[in-house]
Each structure stands twice: as structure tokens, then as C-alpha cells.
Nanobody, 125 residues
Framework: QVQLVESGGGLVQAGGSLRLSCAAS????????MGWYRQAPGKQRELVAT???????NYSDSVKGRFTISRDNAKNTVYLQMSSLKPEDTAVYYC???????????????????WGQGTLVTVSS
């Protein structure tokens, strides 16, 4: 099965920058849309940014102009460059991907929505 592994979270002061990475591995036939979501303590998970396989991007209003999503299709990896970080950006950040994976037992394919395990970003004031 396809798995996503995030990296790059940590503690940063307000105004600072961090870069998150998310690498997909497994029986990947194709990677469609990928994205980042976040969940702050006591709040629901929310969209941060998405990017299609043709590199069309979408951002939440709260991060527009500060965060940049990108992807390397050859590496099945998506990135989130975060700048001008604010304390309210503190959250667990989750990678998301819509994939078509190969199924060995049937020699077929199936669509799955896959989530990473999350990486904590803490922004201190």
C-alpha cells in the first residue's frame, strides 16, 4: 500500500520559516492531487493548501501569501514552504494524497486517499 511520510516540523519563533516535506512510497501507479492540512488543539482539521498533478495550487485564506506548496512528481514528494509564521499556525500538519495504487493480488488498480502520520509545527511568540 502507498504510505506518506512527513518531515520538517519543529519549533520556530514567530516570523520564522519552516519547510515541510512529504514523500510517498509503495505501489504507486499515479499521484493525483496532494495537499497539506492542519489540526490545532481543540479544533477541526482544516485545509492549508493543495496542488494538482498539473501544478495548479489552492490555498486557504489564512496562509495565502505566506505559504507555498510545491511538488516533485518524479520523487512523489510534496513540500510546504512556510514563511512569516504566526503563533496561530501552531498545529499538527498532515500530508494528504489521492493516489492510484497497483494491487498485486489482482493485477489491477484502485483509488485511495492517503494520509500521513502528521508532523508538529509550533510557533512561539
Amino acid at each position: 500500500q502507498v504510505q506518506l511520510v512527513e518531515s520538517g516540523g519543529g519549533l520556530v519563533q514567530a516570523g520564522g520559516s519552516l519547510r515541510l516535506s512529504c514523500a510517498a512510497s509503495g505501489s504507486i501507479f499515479s499521484m493525483n492531487a496532494m495537499g497539506w492540512y492542519r489540526q490545532a488543539p481543540g479544533k477541526q482539521r482544516e485545509l492549508v493548501a493543495t496542488i494538482t498533478s498539473s501544478l495548479v495550487t489552492n490555498y486557504s485564506d489564512s496562509v495565502k501569501g505566506r505559504f507555498t506548496i510545491s511538488r516533485d512528481n518524479a520523487k512523489n514528494t510534496v513540500y510546504l514552504q512556510m514563511s512569516s509564521l504566526k503563533p496561530e499556525d501552531t498545529a499538527v500538519y498532515y500530508c494528504n494524497a489521492h493516489v492510484i495504487e497497483m494491487v498485486a493480488t489482482t493485477a489491477g488498480y484502485r483509488f485511495r486517499e492517503v494520509w500521513g502520520q502528521g508532523t508538529l509545527v509550533t510557533v512561539s511568540s
